[in-house]
């Protein structure tokens, strides 16, 4: 009999130990994932704010751009022959540059 209790209670000690590991090694999976996630979020925002501050620089470039009035701008085009330079005038306004940029 007593060494009966005493084999339940050895296997009840050996079963809460198991069951404690596998707790502990839940738990530990669990945290490793959440401070993945957590970078990935972090990332992933870091992204976010890069794309928002790109996208104001082109915002306060082109209000700018549009600001400034230059009428008519010499551009230098190279001739068909291949042998000149040939100045050509050509309207440089915002629009002008949106158009072709």
Not at 12 to 25: D, F, I, L, P
Not at 58 to 63: G, H, T, Y
Request: charged share 45%.
């Amino acid at each position: 009999m007593k060494e009966e209790q005493s084999r339940r209670e050895q296997e009840e000690r050996r079963k809460r130990r198991e069951e404690k590991r596998s707790r502990k090694r839940r738990e530990k999976k669990e945290k490793e994932q959440e401070a993945r996630l957590a970078l990935r979020i972090a990332k992933e925002e870091r992204k976010l704010l890069l794309a928002q501050r790109k996208l104001e620089s082109i915002r306060l470039l082109s209000e700018v751009l549009d600001r400034v009035k230059v009428p008519v701008c010499h551009f230098i085009l190279y001739s068909s022959h291949g042998r000149n330079w040939v100045g050509d005038t050509v309207d440089a306004s915002p629009h002008f540059f949106r158009q072709w940029g």
